[in-house]
């Protein structure tokens, strides 16, 4: 080999060199800039970028994507992870390991009937306590309204809705289809709410404004256009037998009217439901608070509507509430007052 084809070939091996170093897009460069000739810095050394210099420069690339965005400034609305929707989680969470830790024990527990068709069990207990204990060490200014337990006040205007076990008839005799349920108000409306199936570990979340999301995936209510092709849930009044017989004309008229319709036993479940696109529409007469406040906010987030049987907000009042998206609630909203108004 000459000396000159030599010389070209190792030229050409430093200038490859060179380029491999080359800091990438973005790469920080020295302070006294490049010199002139040969590419090199003028007042620093070009360190060489090697295989593990590179992994070490991808992993602060993606650390600094995955860092959490800057508090928000005063006065803004707080992010979707903010501490009172990563309460509601850590609360349903708590209630949801009490609940496996009983799951499939049946006999083990003592059963007693609050009213007719009406249950509570020491699971639904335990796991309110457990829950009530995590909302007042973060929160002991906040009113709690839950199911087993005596409403307390709040002093600032905060009020937290907890179902323990949504289902317990259901948890009773081992059908698998229960959840726990936690929401929390402000002065505004609903703020935060979770509703956890611990069985199935399915995790129902939202944040007011934010959207909602199934284990950390956004969810959007179905796209049915129509009510005759929609799949609907409901749920049968056992605390208000007295209205059964406007109950039974309104599952007449959606029995008529839709594609199906299914009874599944948990309020908060059927409304998460409806909010990933399970099912297109629910309705229920005489509910409680906490059976529909967290899933209420799943909904709307979720861009669907939810009302009470007049098409307004007192939901949580009157306990009667229907939802669905906004191409079939219409239609629900209609059937339920012209079955009730004839009943």
Not at 39 to 53: F, I, N, Q, Y
Not at 98 to 111: E, H, N, P, T
Not at 304 to 312: A, L, S, Y
Request: aromatic share 8%; net charge positive; glycine share 10%.
């Amino acid at each position: 080999m000459s000396r000159r084809r030599r010389d070209a070939e190792v030229t050409a091996r430093r200038r490859a060199r060179m380029r491999r170093s080359r800091p990438p897009a973005g790469w920080p460069r020295p302070k006294g800039g490049l010199s002139a000739k040969g590419g090199g810095p003028a007042e620093s050394r070009v360190v060489p970028l090697t295989a593990a210099r590179r992994r070490a420069a991808a992993r602060k690339r993606r650390d600094a994507s995955l860092r959490p965005a800057p508090a928000s400034r005063a006065g803004e609305e707080k992010p979707a992870s903010d501490f009172h929707l990563a309460a509601c989680v850590a609360c349903v969470r708590a209630g949801g390991r009490v609940l496996m830790d009983y799951w499939g024990k049946r006999g083990s527990y003592a059963i007693h009937e609050k009213g007719r068709n009406d249950f509570v069990t020491v699971v639904d207990r335990e796991a309110e306590e457990a829950i009530v204990r995590l909302v007042r060490e973060r929160f002991p200014d906040h009113a709690i309204l839950a199911e087993e337990s005596p409403p307390s006040e709040g002093t600032v205007g905060y009020h937290w809705y907890i179902d323990p076990l949504d289902g317990t008839t259901n948890f009773i005799h081992g059908y698998p289809l229960f959840s726990v349920s936690v929401g929390v108000a402000d002065p505004q409306g609903m703020r935060a709410a979770a509703v956890y199936d611990p069985l199935h570990d399915e995790m129902f979340t939202a944040a007011r404004g934010r959207g909602a999301l199934l284990n950390g995936e956004p969810i959007r209510v179905s796209t049915a256009e129509t009510l005759s092709r929609g799949l609907l849930v409901t749920g049968f009044p056992f605390r208000s037998m007295d209205r059964l017989d406007d109950y039974l004309a309104s599952f007449r008229a959606f029995v008529l009217g839709s594609s199906g319709i299914r009874r599944d036993g948990s309020a908060a479940l059927n409304l998460a439901y409806v909010a990933c696109g399970r099912y297109d529409g629910f309705w229920e007469m005489a509910l409680s608070p906490w059976d529909v406040a967290a899933g209420s906010l799943l909904v709307r987030e979720a861009g669907g509507v939810v009302t009470d049987f007049q098409g307004r907000d007192g939901y949580l009042e009157s306990g009667d509430i229907v939802s669905a998206n906004a191409n079939i609630h219409p239609g629900m909203l209609r059937i339920l007052r012209d079955s009730l108004g004839r009943a």
